[in-house]
Nanobody, 121 residues
Framework: QVQLVESGGGLVQTGGSLRVSCAAS????????MGWFRQAPGKERELVAA????????TYADFVKGRFTISRDNRKNTVYMQMNSLKPEDTAAYYC??????????????WGQGTQVTVST
C-alpha cells in the first residue's frame, strides 16, 4: 500500500501563500486519484481539492476556487497544493489522501498524518 507524508505547512499572514507537498512511498501515485482535505478544530474533515491519476482533471471546494491549485508529479511521486490569498478561515490541518477509484469525490483509502496551516490576521 502507499504511504503518504505531508510537508510545507506553517504560519503565514492573511493574504500570504504556502505550498504543501505530499510525498508518497511504497507504490507509484500514478495508480491513485489524489486529494487534499482539511480539518479545523471542532469541524468535520472536508475535501479541498482532488486530481485524477493523469492530472488532466481536478475539482475544488467552492471556498478555495481561484485561490488554491492542486498538481501532481508522478515521476517524483509527489502531489502539491499551492495556496494563495490565504484567509484566517483556511487555518486547519491539511491531509493528503489517495484512492483507487477514479472518482474525485467520495471516500479515500489512504491518508497521511497531516500538516498544520495557520493563517494569522
Amino acid at each position: 500500500q502507499v504511504q503518504l507524508v505531508e510537508s510545507g505547512g506553517g504560519l503565514v499572514q492573511t493574504g500570504g501563500s504556502l505550498r504543501v507537498s505530499c510525498a508518497a512511498s511504497g507504490r507509484t501515485i500514478s495508480m491513485y486519484t489524489m486529494g487534499w482535505f482539511r480539518q479545523a478544530p471542532g469541524k468535520e474533515r472536508e475535501l479541498v481539492a482532488a486530481v485524477t491519476r493523469s492530472g488532466d482533471s481536478t475539482t475544488y471546494a467552492d471556498f478555495v476556487k481561484g485561490r488554491f491549485t492542486i498538481s501532481r508529479d508522478n515521476r517524483k511521486n509527489t502531489v502539491y497544493m499551492q495556496m494563495n490569498s490565504l484567509k484566517p478561515e483556511d487555518t486547519a490541518a491539511y491531509y493528503c489522501a489517495a484512492k483507487w477509484s477514479p472518482f474525485l469525490r467520495g471516500s479515500y483509502d489512504y491518508w497521511g498524518q497531516g500538516t498544520q496551516v495557520t493563517v494569522s490576521t
